[in-house]
């Protein structure tokens, strides 16, 4: 027994490690191609070029779908930490019959398969008289960035002391002032976080846009259409590197900004105590 022990915790190491590998060299192999001067990625590499990322800005097409992905990303990270915001505070401040049948039905997106929801999404706009536009894709990136969004920011009204709001109420503040005040700045970086989060979810996702949008194509429907000519390959493996990087960057922002945010409550935490 003690010798089984003491060897599941190198078990559960190599384990990890074999893990990890299994989930990130196919990644890996993405940057590596996109700097081969040949078109057919494939060991051993031909050279080394910049050429492919170059082509991308004289790409029209590209452009235009770049700028689809960036107005979409921006309108839903904004949206769903609106109302991710605004689901949190009732969550997290107030009890009522249903709270956590509500919590559970907001995060179902997350459990839910993907291509079902967009379908759902699809006949709903369809029987509502909408056209499919980059409109319909920022409404169904909503629906997929509200849960991630609602995981952040229950994150920092949770570790909000109450004890600020009911000091301001004290002094004669008005109840939105005080939440303006008050509750918005103690919350900024789970709000910032949110943002991040959502942007670089609404970024990447393919599924969603594949259903709603119409002529307007975003990066991830763009990249998908360019596959099937192979000439467009080695474009496409830039440009999903330079994707690949900007989720990175964004995601590390915001898991910085987290855990700033979480050591300041828990600092204020032992000051007060």
């Known amino acids: 027994m003690k010798t089984l022990r003491n060897f599941a915790p190198s078990w559960l190491k190599t384990y990890a490690f074999l893990y990890v590998i299994f989930l990130y060299l196919p990644v890996i192999f993405l940057p590596i191609f996109s700097v081969n001067t040949s078109a057919i990625p494939k060991f051993p590499l031909s050279g080394f070029t910049f050429k492919w990322y170059g082509d991308l800005t004289r790409t029209p097409a590209l452009t235009d779908a770049a700028w689809n992905s960036l107005l979409v990303g921006i309108s839903a990270s904004l949206l769903s930490t609106i109302f991710g915001i605004c689901a949190a505070r009732a969550i997290t401040r107030y009890r009522f019959p249903g709270r956590r049948t509500i919590n559970g039905l907001l995060m ?8 079902i929801v967009a379908v759902s999404m699809l006949l709903v706009m369809l029987q509502l008289g909408l ?15 509200i849960p991630y969004s609602l995981s952040v920011l229950t994150s920092g009204f949770e570790g909000f002391d109450r004890s600020l709001e009911e000091a301001s109420s004290d002094l004669g503040e008005s109840a939105f002032g005080t939440f303006r005040r008050v509750t918005l700045p103690m919350v900024s970086p ?4 949110s943002l991040l989060v959502s942007f670089t979810i609404s970024l990447d996702e393919f599924i969603m846009a594949f259903f709603l949008t119409g002529t307007e194509a975003t990066l ?3 990249i998908w259409g360019q596959l099937r000519f192979a000439a467009k390959l080695p474009g496409v493996l830039a440009l999903g590197t330079l994707l690949l990087a900007g989720s990175i960057l964004l995601l590390t922002i915001a898991e910085i900004v987290r855990r700033r945010a979480s050591n300041r409550t828990q600092n204020m935490g032992g000051m007060i105590a």
């Open 220 to 222: 991830p429907v763009y």
């Open 108 to 115: 179902a997106p997350l459990v839910l398969p993907e291509i």
């Open 190 to 193: 789970a709000i910032i976080s």
């Open 131 to 145: 056209s499919l536009s980059l409109i319909t894709v920022v409404f169904g990136h909503v629906l997929i960035c």
